[in-house]
Every structure is written in structure tokens, then in C-alpha cells.
């Protein structure tokens, strides 16, 4: 037996897919436009998960430029077939649906093939069914005319892999199983004893998400709903239970008889959602031909006793701390940046041991690639802290650290200069509006700086260590500017490191030692 706690994935891990090969598991998320794109999780016990990689590490197949935070990669599938991978996905910045593959799942993966105006609509699966053939499952606006606000349908169409294109009808196979249900979205496939199955969200990713399934004999004829549907959900539980917005699901079995499904739920604290959607994952029984998810529980659970033996990996997801040192020649899989991993706002090369990001004209208030590496919040108490090193020789250089929602609401805590002199100032950007919380003068010249923000229950406080001195620089900073709710979006809060001219030509840098976050 092994134990399972939930999330099985903290912080911002949406829309979660999930596949086996042989003895292994794994899952992708959604990463928006985020960069490297789609991380790829692997297990051998469903309870202990090691990050792979990231599908999507190049520019070639990320292509986001100028988009939203919110805008890019929706609702990733994967699954495995004849010995490769499958990845499906929505770009709804540029190109809508598309497929990569790989025979290693850590990479590398193809450059895209999209699918084109043959796929409208956004969360793409595939199903193999027994005789090898593939089919492209979807959601689609409601081909008579949308008549309100997630008026879409689910449909299928076969998927010639050779030419990687949808061939034969199309078929409107499932609306949804309440009257009038908004967003049937993120659809799987799968056959099980002779029947196809089809499992969705549906009510929106907020409040009101589900998970609903229908089944039918045949693939391409209308598809019948089971009598509890929607078969789990939170939304009965209330907008105080611990954890909300439960939905998005996908099934897997072990090979064994166990069936598992894992889903996106969200844990606010003080009503709001700061990490986003997680990755969350329950037991599954059939009962006359339909699955009953958490079996006598009928909600997601902190831990599940699991019948398989314990896997452990030597780097294992860490749901209370990561620890980024900068010795290797590429960024850890953990950072994360805006649009791309741009190359000329970083080196890990000029000096070995740090992490260099360059005073790019690019700032973290505008859509774009600017220098800025940070990792998913994963907690509502924890400190998040780095060392740097930086002289700012003009006003506009900034460089430090970032909570980072959105480039509208973020906040910012950063070394810049005023007249001759260095000052450590402390900026919150709400809805697009730049506030200065605090700002104290830090000395002059070239120094090293620790920046320490220190989190609990949606409150701050930021400290400054210089000098072997430390000074508590504000405190009482509110964070639920920072908040899914407050700031909308799809995403969850990521902090790490940032360095900017903000909008002018500079050839200066910050040199960061390490970054940490730690849950406390």
C-alpha cells in the first residue's frame, strides 16, 4: 500500500490528463503562456510524481507572442499508442488545435501538426479504438447559432494519423447532461466492456464545475447520460468548503482492476484562490455500468490508500518546498517564464553558479517575453526568498523579485536607483494601476541582496538583508489583489525573479545565486 495525498500536484496545475504505458503514469497541464509549455509529470504509483520535462521547450511551438497570461495552451490530452506519445491540445493565441508526438516522453517532441478550420473549438482528445483507428474528440459553439454564453456541443471525427488530418463527418455526439448547461468542455473518450464512454466538465471552471459521462454502443450516434449526472462535483458543498471548483476529469486504470481519475480543484483561503486549479486525484468503482468517483465519500479526500507499491524518485514534486540552485547549463524544469525562454535575456554560462538576467526594455506590467523566471505558488504560508547581486546605473534598471498574477496585478520588490543612490522599493500593480507600497534606501555601489517575502493567509511582509543586516521593509500587504477572483484569469500565482529597464536600452544585469520557496 502506498498513500496518496492531495493535491498530488500543488499550485497551478490545470486541466489535468493522464495516461499509462506498461507500469507508468503520466500527466500534463495546462500552462496558458507560460514557457517552457505543458509540463509533463511521471509516476510508477500515482502517489510519488517526478517532472520529466516540459512538451512544448520551443519557440517553434509556442508561439504566444504578444498574449495574455490567460491566452496560449488550454486543456491538454496525452496518451499512448503503438509506442509513441500523443499530445493534443488549444493554442487559442495562434492556431487553434494541434498534435505532438514523441517516443520518449521527456522529449524531444515534434513540432506541431495542426489540425486547422477542420477543428473549431478548444479541448482536443484523441481515442485509439480497438482497431487501431484515431478519433478527435472536441467542443465546439453550437453550430446553429450560440444562443447564450457557453452554448457548445461535444463532437468526433476519425483522424488519419499518416496525414494527420480529420477525414469522413463529423458528428454532434453530446450537449451536456443538465437542461442548458453552460461549457461541456474538456471531453475524453474511452471503451470499456463494450461500451464508449464519454466523460466532461460542464457548469464553467468556477463555482458550478462538474464532471458528467454518457456512454454509447456505437461511436458516432447520440450518446446516452447516466441517471446521477452530474456524477461528482463540489458546488454543493458550498463556496466555504476547503476545496472548490472540483471538475475536468480523466480515467485511468492500472492493469489491475483499479480505476482512478484525477481533476482540477482549487483551496482558497479567506474565500480566494491564489495557486489557481490543482491537480487532485480519487478512486473510482463501477456500479451497473457507470463509475461512482470517491465511493461513500462523494468528495475528494486528503489521502488515498493506494493497492500498489511505493516509487519513490531522487527529485520528486515537493508540495512544501523547491530549492533552484543555477549550476546546470539549462534552466530547472520548475522555472517558468513569459511567452519563451528567450535566450538573450539570460545566461547560466558567464557566471557559473548564477543565474544572469539583463535589463531587457521588456517590463512584467506589458504582454511580452521579459526577463523574469519564476516558479508556482504552492502554499498560503510560506516564505519565498533569493540572493542577487546588482548595481543599477541608471533610474530605469530595476531588478528583483515578483508575485506574479497577471501583467496587470503583480507585485514587485525591487532594487533600482534614485539620484546617486540605491533604494529597495516595494510596487503593487492592481487591475493596471502601479502603486508604491515602500521605499528605503539600500546604499550605493555593486552589492549583494537577499530578498525575503514571507506569506500567511493572504497577508505579506518583505524583508531586505544587506551587510549582514536584515530589515522588515513593509508588512500588512494584502494579497487578494493577486487572486483568481479579484484578478480573473485562469491561471494561479507564480513568484521568482525578475530583472527590467522598462523600456529603454540598458546592457546591465542582476546575478541571482539561488532562489526558495519554502511552505512554513
Known sequence: MVTAKNPILSGFYPDPSICRAGEDYYIVNSSFVYAPGVPIFHSRDLAHWEQIGNILDRPEQLPVKGSEISQGIYAPTIRFHD????????????????????????????????LGEDAPGIDPSLFFDDDGKCYYCGTRPNPEGVRYNGDWEIWVQELDLRQMKLVGESMAIWKGAVKGVIWPEGPHLYKIDGYYYLMHAEGGTGPEHSISIARSKKLFQWFEGCPRNPIFTHRNLGKNYPVIYAGHGDLVEDGKGNWYVVMLASRPCEGHSSMGRETFLAKVTWENGWPVIAEGVGHLEDTLELPTKEYRFPEEVSSTSDHISFWEKKPDKRLVSVEEICEENYSLSHRPGMLRLYTKKEKISDCNHCSYFGIRQKNYAFYAETGMEFEPKQECETAGMVLYQNHENHLRMEIRKRADENYFVVTACIHGEERILTEKPAGEGRQFFKIRMHCDRQKARIWLFQDGRERLIAEDISLLPYTTEEAGGFVGCTIGMYASANGQDSSNYADFAWFVQNAV
Do not use: H, Q
Open 83 to 114: 509506442g509513441l506519445f500523443y499530445m493534443i491540445t488549444t493554442n487559442v493565441s495562434y492556431g487553434g488545435n494541434f498534435i505532438v508526438t514523441a517516443k520518449d516522453p521527456a522529449g524531444p517532441w515534434s513540432d506541431p501538426c495542426y
